[in-house]
């Protein structure tokens, strides 16, 4: 079931004030994210669209649209800059799509920590930050556009994780302002712990307006190409370089061979073949970095400072970007995600590289578990064939130990998440509770819920 | 044997310009160090003494000392402040004591690192590098008047360890500033790796003049006191916030009870019988470490900024500091030192403690080892009844899969180094060919070297 079109209609005529988008085209922009790296999220969600988009600008402006849909029964979509690979941002019953892109502003830096409304891109609170002395804690490799917000709603961390952890980590997010979906919106400030029930949840259980989030100090980073002649050598530089306790790092970045052969733009510091590690490090650490590279037999062929590099960097080849480089060149690829676990994550990566080269290729991010752990995370571009291979693919990775983040689901409990604290369905209940945020991507609301209205339950929506 | 007395007594005639210490008790001061905790050493190391001192200002006055000493065959024991606890500093054969207290020029900050003279001491390296946005590493707990030469030359490392690992990990330490001891000193800069083949041999295998560092960004910290009525939450509750990537820490030190119950100067905030755990974090990272207390069901009984603090810091209540305030009450304790193993840590810790609760009264420092795996570091006070029951005690942590780093060893070899890196003697051989410095605590050289003067050999002392 979708929101009532006349409903949804009489919005920008009662609220003639604020940004609507009402362009069919432009809508159904506004509706996608990066979910087409997935071909099976590609074919179930190309056609989604919201009825309508806002940009407000101020947080009368969120209230007032928030207030109406609540009234009306209209599905709320919360959207930052539309980066996710998950589907998160897009809307399963049309409705409008809340795009908080405008409600950006910089609020303040104090005390280690910094606080900015949901719109802000990633790139301009670092910006604003770095000259009071620090900067964000992670940055996915979408930073320049996507938006704190976003990340918090549908992200995990990205460079910096390797240092910081994922968001979810205790004391990476330290306060959240949240308004509540109904006829009066209610305006809560929540602080950690509880600021984390609305983290990852798609934007299902309160609009996020403001994060407060603890920041890390601005070093000048320098970043360098390590390229390696063989697999083993430059796995163990990676992982040996990312777990060193005294050098400090905000990225290190695993691509085994042929995966840099995609990227063309690089080409001349990847000699065709090779296996590379991409890494970003403080300048007091460059030197410990390169040590380590040299006793692995591995080639600095590429080091820039933040000044030399101008424009280009080399986090924009890291995370999903290296999916994303990639797919630019074969849309024939598509990817996984997977978690290895931290005792054995060089002899895990190691066996599946010997058993599914060609097919898997290893494309690997280190970073520091919730719990401080060191381990790796693979982002493994797959030559696809068909979903029922994708699937033996990551049953064979399970049976390695290793743990399969679907990026091929668009509801929270069969992505990452699994099964969802049940603090989280009941926040939903007290600031959403006629389940109009975002409907059909949590499937906990619709099975503890009797009274929840299932017209917007997943099920609907799973041969579509 | 010790040096011929004859030719010591020429040096400062020989010259006369040099700050000369001749006074036979303040000699003997400045031959003793902090060696004394343990009663093994105490009865080993008692009466040693070298047969002069001296305190050079500059390069050339070292050298002076260096050229005169190599020409002569006497022996040159390169001492900080004397804050060691395995007799580092303690001359097993006479000659000089090169107190390197007074070389102690602050150098520069640059890039995020940190370079001054050997004999810095450790606060005043932070009070000169904070003003700069940095500050060091890690301070172990005698950090006011300990120095830089003498942390690199005898030390493990200290707060701070628990995020940038020990001195030893690589990126710790950039470069050294090395004079060779030979009748022309030569002068040689080492930098890292080949530096760190000076890190802890006591000063036998060349004069360290000058360290460059990797630094700290110096941030705001707040030092607290967490009690708890359970062992196991309070050791859970230590070993999470430990491990935590998004809490920025310096420190995390866990006291069982009895423990702190010798902290008679902070008995107001420590209930009697209370287990306690003294914290060091950020200032933004207080908030998510105080949430963890309230859930493990600890109580925030002090919390003080370092402008709160004024002088008084908890890091004098950690690290041997720990040691030294319970044996100014009770001078029949003494202590060891232990290395968990990180996956097994927190299992090893109870086990042990169920076994010898009474006997061995459990502190833990929390760290990361030189390969960033989380862990924790024991220096246990035990109530000590023979050398016997000591190594039993000894025994029955390491048949618990504990390392005992043998805090009742003089000798290199037999405290935690165990086999030392063959590098290590090679490069003695190149910058003390005589065998000059620290003579008989590097079992190595006498043992690989057969030319070595077999009369400084370890052996002659084993009894004594």
Request: proline share 5%.
């Amino acid at each position: 079931m979708n929101a009532d079109p006349t409903l949804v209609a009489r919005l920008p005529i009662e609220l003639p004030a604020l940004d609507w988008i009402t362009d069919t085209a432009r809508v159904a922009r506004l509706s996608q994210d990066f979910a087409w790296f997935s071909p099976v999220l590609k074919r179930q969600l190309a056609d989604k669209s919201a009825d309508i988009a806002v940009r407000p600008r101020t947080e009368a402006e969120v209230r007032a649209v928030v207030a109406a849909c609540a009234r009306d029964a209209i599905p709320i979509t919360v959207r930052g800059s539309g980066t996710g690979n998950y589907g998160q941002s897009i809307p399963l019953h049309g409705g409008v799509i809340l795009d908080m892109s405008g409600y950006n502003a910089f609020c303040w830096v104090r005390g280690g920590a910094g606080r900015a409304q949901a719109g802000i891109r990633l790139a301009d609170f670092d910006r604003q930050a770095r000259p009071q002395g620090w900067e964000l804690r992670w940055l996915p490799s979408t930073f320049r556009s996507a938006t704190l917000g976003g990340l918090f709603g549908g992200g995990f961390g990205g460079a910096g994780s390797i240092t910081y952890g994922p968001i979810a980590a205790t004391g990476n997010v330290l306060g959240v302002r949240v308004m509540t979906v109904e006829p009066e919106p209610r305006l809560i400030e929540l602080r950690a712990p509880d600021a984390m029930l609305l983290h990852h949840v798609y934007g299902t259980n309160g609009v996020v307006l403001e994060l407060e989030v603890a920041l890390a100090p601005a070093l000048d980073w320098i970043e360098s190409i390590v390229t390696f002649g063989s697999f083993d050598a430059a796995l163990e530089f990676a992982s040996g370089v990312g777990s060193a306790p005294g050098l400090v790092k905000k990225e290190v970045c695993f691509l085994g061979a042929p995966v840099p052969d995609y990227m063309s733009a690089l080409a001349e510091y990847l000699p065709k073949g090779c296996h590379a590690v991409l890494v970003v490090m403080a300048e007091s650490s460059q030197a410990g970095m390169e040590n380590m590279a040299a006793a692995a037999g591995g080639r600095i062929t590429y080091r820039k400072t933040a000044a030399e590099s101008g424009s280009r960097t080399l986090l924009e080849y890291t995370w999903n970007h290296t999916t994303l480089v990639a797919l630019k060149l074969d849309r024939t690829l598509t990817y996984i995600q997977s978690g290895f676990e931290p005792a054995r994550h060089l002899e895990q990566v190691k066996a599946l590289e010997r058993l599914l080269a060609g097919e898997v290729m290893m494309h690997l991010e280190f970073l520091r578990t919730k719990d401080g752990a060191f381990n790796c995370s693979g982002l493994q571009l797959i030559r696809y064939s068909t979903e029922a291979r994708l699937d033996e693919i990551m049953q064979i990775y399970r049976e390695h130990g290793v743990t399969i983040n679907n990026p091929h689901a668009f509801i929270l409990e069969d992505g990452k998440q699994g099964e969802l604290n049940p603090a989280v369905v009941e926040l939903k209940r007290r600031f959403d509770p006629q389940g109009l945020l975002n409907p059909g991507k949590m499937r906990s609301w619709y099975a503890l819920d009797a009274d929840a209205d299932e017209a917007y339950a997943p099920s609907v929506n799973a041969d579509n």
